[in-house]
C-alpha cells in the first residue's frame, strides 16, 4: 500500500465517509481519512490521505476552500439546501447588480451560524441529532473569512419560474456554504436555498487533477507526502541527525515557512518539524515518520 495524498472527485448523492469506505475497500487498508466533508449533495475535491497520509491531515484541512454554488431564490428549508423540508416560498427576483453587489458585501470576515443539520458537537451531540429529534439548540457561530465571491453569469428564471443565480467563492476552513446562501438571501430582503455546489479547489489542488476512485489506475495517482506539501521549506540531513529526527529531538530551526520538511540523504521523509514557542530558534517534530522514511 502506498502512503500519501489522494485527490477524489466526490460524485453527488455519496456522503464522504463513503466514499473513504470505498477507498479503504480499493487500496485494502483501514488507515484513510479526508480532509474536509462534502455534503451528499455536493460534489467535486475531496482529498484523502492514505496510511501515513493520515498523519497530515490536519495540514491539508486547514487550507483554503473554492466552491461553485447554485442558489434558487424564495426558497429556504430546514436544511438550507433543496434536499430539506421546505419552510417558506414567495416570489422574488434581484437585478444581476444587486445580487453582485450583495456577495462582495460579505468579503472579509464575518460571523457565521452553522447548520442545524450538521455535525458541529454541542454539549456531546452532534446538532443533526438535535435537528432529528426536534429539540431546541442555540447555534453556535465562529467567524469566517470570504476571500472572493462573485456571481458567474447572468441569473436565470428555472422550470417553475423561480430566479436561481451561480457564483464562485473561496474561503476560509469551517466555512458553511449552506450557511452562506442563506445570509445573502437575508442580505437581499428575502431567503435563498443551495441547490448544488461544487468543490473546484482545496489549496493546491484543483478539479482538474481529482480522480474517479472507479478509475483502474487511481493508485497511481496517489501523491507522495511530500509532494502534497510543497509550499514548506525541505532540509536534507546527514546520517548523524537521521537518528536525532527519528526520535524526535529538539532541533535548531533551520526553516523559514511555518513547517519544514527532514529528509535523509537519500531523500526520504523523516520528519515534519515546526517553530517550538517554548524555545527561541529551535523547532519540535509535529509528525514523525518510520526508519524507512514513512
Known amino acids: 500500500m502506498a502512503d500519501g495524498i489522494l485527490v477524489v472527485n466526490k460524485p453527488s448523492g455519496v456522503t464522504s465517509r463513503d466514499i473513504v469506505n470505498q477507498a479503504c475497500k480499493i487500496f485494502s487498508t483501514r488507515k484513510i481519512g479526508h480532509t474536509g466533508t462534502l455534503d451528499p449533495l455536493a460534489s467535486g475535491v475531496l482529498v484523502l490521505g492514505i496510511g501515513d497520509g493520515t498523519k497530515v491531515i490536519d495540514l491539508l484541512t486547514s487550507q483554503d476552500k473554492e466552491y461553485i454554488a447554485e442558489v434558487i431564490v424564495g426558497v429556504s428549508t430546514d436544511t438550507l439546501d433543496i434536499t430539506g423540508n421546505i419552510l417558506k416560498t414567495e416570489s422574488k427576483e434581484f437585478s444581476s447588480s444587486q445580487i453582485e453587489k450583495t456577495l462582495t458585501s460579505f468579503l472579509g470576515e464575518y460571523e457565521q451560524e452553522v447548520p442545524l443539520y450538521s455535525a458541529i458537537h454541542v454539549q456531546g451531540k452532534r446538532l ?6 426536534n429539540e431546541t439548540v442555540v447555534l453556535p457561530k465562529r ?13 436565470y428564471i428555472d422550470q417553475e419560474g423561480r430566479q436561481c443565480f451561480r457564483f464562485c467563492v473561496q474561503v476560509s476552513k469551517g466555512t ?8 445573502i438571501g437575508h442580505r437581499l430582503g428575502t431567503v435563498c436555498t443551495m441547490t448544488n455546489l461544487i468543490r473546484t479547489k482545496q489549496g493546491q489542488f484543483t478539479l482538474e487533477q481529482a480522480v474517479e476512485l472507479s478509475e483502474p489506475d487511481a493508485c497511481l495517482k496517489i501523491l507522495k507526502i511530500e509532494e502534497a506539501l510543497s509550499e514548506y521549506d525541505r532540509i536534507v540531513v546527514e546520517d548523524d541527525r537521521r537518528e536525532k529526527i527519528l526520535n524526535a529531538c529538539i532541533l535548531d530551526k533551520n526553516f523559514t515557512t511555518e513547517y519544514g520538511l527532514f529528509f535523509d540523504s537519500n531523500l526520504q521523509l523523516l520528519a515534519i518539524y515546526q517553530e517550538y514557542s517554548k524555545m527561541a530558534g529551535k523547532a519540535k517534530p509535529y509528525r514523525v515518520f518510520n526508519k524507512n522514511g514513512r
Open 143 to 155: 467567524k469566517v473569512k470570504i476571500q472572493a465571491i462573485h456571481l458567474l453569469e447572468e441569473p
Open 128 to 133: 443533526y441529532e438535535y435537528a432529528r429529534n
Open 176 to 183: 458553511y456554504i449552506r450557511s452562506l446562501i442563506r445570509d
